[in-house]
């Protein structure tokens, strides 16, 4: 080896390629290059590099290929700190010199190997027919012209560049594969000859390593061949991949050579050992690289081939390739799933893939029509906590702070339960008319439409899909799907029935879940760690023959208990929930939210039980009325603390400006009971 400084980030590397052109912390920066060390091999400071570190190690816990690292390293080259470079004693990696080499059968690949040291193959002593070559060695090279073959040949990707334009040693028409003891954890790694590159530039050929005899990776021992035939497809891939467009996107790179594992071997299913990393988290985008995110993603190019066919994904690469340098990826998915089907786009896709993720692992017999993966059953799931329950109504999830707002190309899911809890209010004039803007008092009633209003603050990310799964109450079992694709601006603020064009009527159902996926196909719309501005606001309101703009002109209060009745036995502790709102106009924003609530409790003899104050929570709006929200708690207790009694009582709530009991501007009541 020798020292940095040199052509290792030569040719394409000094092309404006790179994902975004915001500066790296000196904390990314150490990152990015003792990832690349880690994965090459070369320690810090005397020791091992990041890989080794605990903390380092759980950032790339499933990172089973370093090319990533390597890319990574070579992309933001420019951008490192060069004393920090100095300082951590990086190296370029050269070709390495190993004892021996084999060519395959089929003449296309070159092995190059040891029987001693550190980097001596699996079982190398094995030598059934005495020609000198190890049986390993002999069936390794079996298995990478069956890889190369299918991928050439039946896929029908183009063959790897031939490295004689380079001056390196190696340069001929095979790839070359040299089978070395890796940095724990790595199964294999491609390296592009950048400062060779074909013409155009962005085509460049590559050299393979992979792990000599797959001994630290527990789930293979005993069986290094299928770890060999796995990483094979995988790393073979890459040289295409650099082949086609060396600037592509890390992630694109990465889930679709894990794809073309499963393409190759399906029986084996090495992504079964991580998939949970994506599902465990879906507001995470598929471009993400945070925890090997882009390794796990490889369901969504699973999702694509099984639903357009396997060379859907060649189509892809094929087309980014054609646009030249840059990461062209989304709006070549975009491109080719339209080709494939008029009626999809990657935005209605991902919005059916992101429902597809619904129903695997235990959830996959409850899959409609059978809708799904494949191998739907064997897959990870989505956990609960993953998902946004809601049990209690009313409720209100603000975009600013909602913890489930997701990343561009991804997905949130919001399950609405026990929706026999469920108490829509629609509203009758009792003095005055809607109609002509004379209405003075207003009452709710019962009403059977669920309303929920999505609210998105930043909608201009693309387009949304919005999808509704319901779960039918006579048939649980069963489940319907439907999904409507708009640009944001088109359901921002907007009630499901208006989204869907009809109206809800919770009845139906024993439980609903929504699934939100703002997608986009400009790749830059994505940086790690920001998220779609989106929430949800259950108002339970619906019009009943009233002009919107003026059903909520009087600014009556609205007091809502939750759970009512409140089955102590059955909240694990809960407290019961108040949700105070008063309808207003926009010139009211400063009285309202500097204002409080309190509410008493009564016997139904009029004793006080207790009092508990809220402060102004939020403003829910909606067109051009909107309604500012007070949150409460009561935990079913006197004002000496001990338990109340099963029976009914009388919550009377009253709203002041300021924080005293200065002015009323609203009021309202409402019987509630407790049942121990």
């Not at 080719?336 to 017999?365: K, Q, R």
């Not at 409507?484 to 109206?503: E, K, W």
């Not at 009512?564 to 924003?589: C, H, I, L, R, Y």
Request: charge should be negative.
């Amino acid at each position: 080896m020798k020292q940095i400084l040199c052509c290792i980030i030569a040719g394409i590397c000094c092309l404006a390629i790179n994902a975004g052109a915001e500066d790296l912390s000196l904390d990314q920066q150490r990152d990015i290059i003792e990832h690349y060390m880690h994965a090459t091999g070369q320690t810090v400071g005397g020791r091992q590099a990041a890989g080794s570190d605990e903390t380092a190690e759980a950032r790339h816990a499933h990172d089973k290929c370093g090319t990533a690292a390597i890319m990574r390293f070579q992309r933001n080259y420019d951008k490192l700190d060069r004393a920090l470079l100095q300082e951590l004693g990086v190296q370029a990696v050269e070709r390495p010199e190993m004892q021996y080499a084999y060519d395959s059968p089929g003449g296309r690949i070159r092995i190059h190997y040891d029987k001693t040291g550190i980097h001596a193959v699996y079982q190398a002593g094995l030598d059934a027919d005495g020609d000198g070559t190890p049986d390993y060695i002999e069936s390794f090279a079996i298995i990478a012209d069956s890889c190369y073959d299918l991928m050439t040949g039946y896929y029908g990707y183009p063959h790897p560049i031939a490295d004689t334009i380079c001056t390196s040693d190696g340069g001929d028409d095979r790839v070359d594969i040299y089978l070395r003891a890796l940095s724990a954890g790595y199964y294999g790694l491609t390296y592009a000859e950048l400062e060779c590159g074909a013409d155009p530039i962005w085509k460049v050929p590559s050299w393979v390593v992979l792990e000599n005899d797959f001994a630290a990776l527990p789930e293979y021992r005993e069986r290094p061949l299928d770890a060999a035939r796995v990483t094979l497809a995988h790393e073979l891939f890459h040289t295409v991949h650099f082949t086609l467009d060396a600037s592509e996107s890390i992630t694109w790179f990465e889930m679709s050579a894990v794809w073309m594992e499963e393409a190759q071997y399906d029986d084996i299913n090495d992504y079964y050992l991580y998939d949970e990393v994506f599902f465990d988290v879906p507001r995470r985008s598929i471009q993400s690289e945070v925890n090997a995110h882009h390794y796990a993603s490889v369901v969504w190019p699973i999702y694509l081939s099984e639903t357009f066919g396997t060379d859907i994904i060649r189509r892809i690469w094929q087309d980014a390739a054609d646009r030249g340098i840059g990461q062209d990826f989304l709006i070549s998915m975009d491109s080719c799933i339209y080709s494939a089907d008029t009626t999809m786009n990657l935005h209605s896709a991902f919005a059916e893939f992101a429902v597809w993720n619904y129903f695997t692992g235990p959830y996959a017999e409850d899959a409609p029509n059978d809708m799904g993966y494949s191998e739907k059953a064997n897959l990870a799931y989505i956990p609960t906590d993953s998902i946004d329950h809601r049990r209690e109504y009313r409720f209100l999830a603000l975009p600013a702070s909602y913890a489930y707002r997701p990343q561009v190309n991804a997905a949130t899911y919001l399950r609405l339960d026990d929706l026999d809890l469920l108490s829509d209010s629609s509203w009758t004039c009792n003095s005055g008319s809607f109609d002509n803007n004379t209405c003075t008092d207003s009452t709710a009633f019962a009403d059977s439409v669920l309303s929920v209003l999505l609210l998105i603050d930043q909608f201009d990310a693309g387009r949304w899909g919005v999808s509704a799964i319901y779960q039918l109450a006579d048939n649980p079992d069963s489940h319907v799907v439907e999904t409507v694709v708009a640009l944001g601006s088109a359901i921002r603020n907007r009630d499901l029935t208006t989204v869907f064009g009809h109206p809800i009527d919770y009845r139906d159902y024993r439980s609903i879940t929504l699934v939100l996926t703002p997608t986009t196909v400009i790749p830059d719309e994505f940086r790690e760690g920001n998220t779609v501005a989106v929430g949800y606001s259950n108002r339970n309101w619906t019009e009943v023959g009233a002009n919107p703009d003026t059903i909520f002109s009087d600014k009556s209060g609205i007091l809502t208990p939750y759970p009512n009745p409140a089955v102590v036995s059955q909240m694990d502790g809960a407290d019961m929930k108040f949700a105070f709102e008063v309808t207003m106009g926009g010139e009211d924003d400063e009285l309202y939210s500097n204002s409080h609530v309190v509410v008493d409790i009564f016997t139904v003899a009029g004793e006080r039980v207790r009092t508990v104050e809220g402060q102004f929570q939020a403003f829910d709006r909606s067109g051009t009325y909107s309604a500012a929200v007070y949150d409460l708690a009561w935990d079913m207790k006197n004002q000496s603390g001990n338990e109340v009694a099963s029976g009914a009582y009388l919550a009377y709530a009253r709203l002041y400006q300021g924080t005293g009991t200065g002015q009323l501007l609203a009021d309202d009541r409402v019987k509630i009971a407790v049942i121990r």
